[in-house]
């Protein structure tokens, strides 16, 4: 009853930017919160940032100075600027939301479809 649509992925080269976003809807109670989490072939998953609905944030090592996660809370919608993209960087990058449904009685981490990254040299 939860959907996430990510946006913004692309090629681009390194040392560039891309904005990433994610827009959820359907019958949302509330939203707890927001990641983006990304996995290269062969790779674990491993988040990259989250943020609170308070606005908390934390990143992995790897990304810590050159991305930043943010939220606009009445549009339930999260934001990942990637500044100093590196090769490393390429992933398919994953939006997730910790919600709780309309009428619902826990929160479920939604998921969405994913958005290709892919950096050049």
């Known amino acids: 009853q939860a959907q996430l649509v990510e946006s913004g992925g692309g090629l681009v080269q390194a040392g560039g930017s891309l904005r990433l976003s994610c827009a959820a809807s359907?019958?949302?109670?509330?939203?707890?919160?927001m990641g983006w989490y990304r996995q290269a072939p062969g790779k674990q998953r491993e988040l990259v940032a989250g943020i609170t609905s308070g606005g908390s944030t934390n990143y992995v090592e790897s990304v810590k100075g050159r991305f930043t996660i943010s939220r606009d809370n009445a549009k339930n919608t999260v934001y990942l600027q990637m500044n100093s993209l590196k090769l490393e960087d390429t992933a398919v990058y994953y939006c997730?939301?910790?919600?709780?449904?309309?009428?619902?009685?826990?929160?479920?981490?939604?998921w969405g479809q994913g958005t290709q990254v892919t950096v050049s040299s």
């Open positions: 997730t939301a910790r919600a709780i449904v309309r009428g619902g009685l826990y929160e479920y981490d939604y």
């Open positions: 359907g019958n949302i109670f509330s939203i707890n919160a």
